[in-house]
């Protein structure tokens, strides 16, 4: 039994290793949201910046929906642990409006990457009078 300690330690350290490895999350790729909206987000340079596209399903305008440039920034301080914190603008290609979008990037329970975001959308108006609902 003395001889099988070292052995299973030896495997419970190469095992036990990977569990607790900290799996990144990617902001780089194809992303769908739950209404199938689509998003292309190119790799992120040094920096934190990042360029990409966005397709939205839905628009509250009856112009033709297309594709949409984005660019935005990661955070990348090292305290990010894997899980960093984003902001991208899209200026929207068929209408007078821009989006802001923040979020953080996690790893879910699955493994599984997800962004979870919050974002303002700024309608341009006329006159300032009406500036009272020209963002939601």
């Keep these: ?12 350290l190469a095992l ?14 194809r992303w769908v949201n739950d209404l199938g909206s689509k998003m292309n987000i190119s790799p992120v340079n040094k920096n934190g910046g990042f360029t990409g596209s966005y397709h939205t399903a839905v628009t509250a ?5 297309k594709e949409s440039p984005l660019q935005g920034a990661m955070q990348r301080s090292p305290n990010q642990k894997g899980q960093p ?3 991208f603008t899209v200026n929207w290609s ?12 996690f790893v879910d329970d699955n493994g599984e990457e ?17 500036d009272w609902k ?3």
């Design 16 to 29: 036990g290793a990977q569990v607790l490895a900290v799996k990144k999350c990617s902001l780089t790729g």
């Design 94 to 105: 068929f209408s007078d409006s821009i989006t802001v979008f923040t979020g953080q990037c």
């Design 85 to 87: 914190t984003f902001g």
């Design 61 to 65: 305008t009856s112009n033709e929906i």
């Design 134 to 136: 020209a963002t939601r």
């Design 1 to 12: 039994m003395v001889q099988a300690t070292p052995l299973l330690l030896v495997l419970f």
């Design 114 to 130: 997800v962004l979870k975001t919050m974002w303002l959308l700024r309608s341009h108006e006329e006159n300032i009078k009406n």
